[in-house]
């Protein structure tokens, strides 16, 4: 297995490099990235999400467990920040930046991961993660920023509209209700879902790589230190313990494991910026933990496989 995971983690972080080598270069054009972004995020991972929960057998897994894991992960990281927050002396708009970077999972590294490792049953088992994990970290970083962040005069109601029309909660909705009701997906449909999916990760991982921003890396480090530390060592060593405890499977806790300790999303930089947060600290965070996370997921992914005796 430890092969298996240096290999899917060598895709994985492969395709981020190249991305931000073909930015950086610019072999393409600038604006194919932002086509990229959104191909991806509004078609592409909805597609996946829809056909992966709508086939998954759900009345047969252990929801309640896996619930209960990954919303105990993001609750105790946020308070870990809270309780960190006197020596780290941030402003508000700073907090919510590392608060975000402490909780938030990048989809596309643990989808491909998961993938990479599982085939299909972790790319199953990544969805329900992010049914989980979507709505609950977006409604907490809203709170946040509301809470902490700069008043941007934005009107937060209309924020929320936004947020139920989010593509990740709907098409993460529909996979459920799908699988869960008697109807099912139609196989021609599921066949197109499938085959639009398959550009999700790809994409999705290049576009990561081509965000990667290192100009203001030494701004507060203290608050970058402690965010990425809870974020890529901390959580997944938690949930990977909690996991044991349950007796859960092997690969139900890998997953899991896997979508505490990625390092956090691209989306905490568009909020940070919609809301009021401090966006260029949410841009180091973001780099940084990107490419510690070239260290870190080996060791926490690969030590849980290790003790459970996957």
């Not at 209309?158 to 909660?169: D, E, Q, T, Y």
Request: glycine share 12%.
């Amino acid at each position: 297995m430890a092969g298996a995971l240096a290999s899917a983690l060598a895709a994985v972080f492969g395709l981020i490099a190249l991305g931000h080598v073909l930015r950086r270069q610019e072999v393409v054009p600038p604006l194919f990235w932002d086509g990229a972004e959104r191909l991806t995020y509004y078609f592409a991972l909805p597609a996946l999400l829809v056909v992966r929960l709508a086939e998954a057998p759900l009345r047969e897994m252990p929801l309640l467990p896996v619930v209960a894991i990954l919303a105990g992960g993001v609750a105790v990281a946020g308070a870990l920040l809270l309780l960190a927050r006197p020596l780290l002396e941030p402003d508000g708009p700073g907090f919510t930046s590392a608060l975000q970077g402490t909780f938030r999972p990048n989809t596309y590294v643990g989808l491909a991961t998961a993938a990479a490792l599982f085939g299909t049953e972790g790319v199953t088992l990544a969805a329900i993660s992010l049914a989980v994990l979507v709505p609950l970290v977006n409604l907490l970083a809203v709170a946040a920023l509301i809470r902490y962040g700069r008043r941007t005069g934005r009107q937060t109601p209309g924020f929320w509209a936004s947020l139920a029309r989010n593509p990740l909660v709907l098409a993460c909705l529909l996979g459920v209700a799908l699988s869960l009701l008697p109807v099912g997906l139609p196989a021609p449909l599921a066949a197109f879902l499938d085959a639009l999916g398959q550009a999700a990760l790809p994409l999705g991982l290049m576009a990561v790589g081509a965000g990667l921003y290192w100009g203001q890396i030494g701004r507060h480090p203290r608050l970058l230190i402690a965010s990425s530390a809870i974020k890529l060592l901390l959580l997944p060593v938690g949930v990977g313990a909690v996991a044991l405890a349950a007796g859960l499977d092997t690969i139900t806790g890998a997953v899991l494991v896997l979508f505490a300790g990625v390092p956090a999303s691209a989306s905490c930089y568009i909020l940070a910026r919609q809301l009021g947060g401090d966006a260029p600290l949410m841009a180091s965070i973001l780099t940084v933990q990107t490419v510690a996370a070239v260290a870190t997921l080996p060791l926490v992914v690969g030590g849980f496989l290790a003790i459970s005796g996957g």
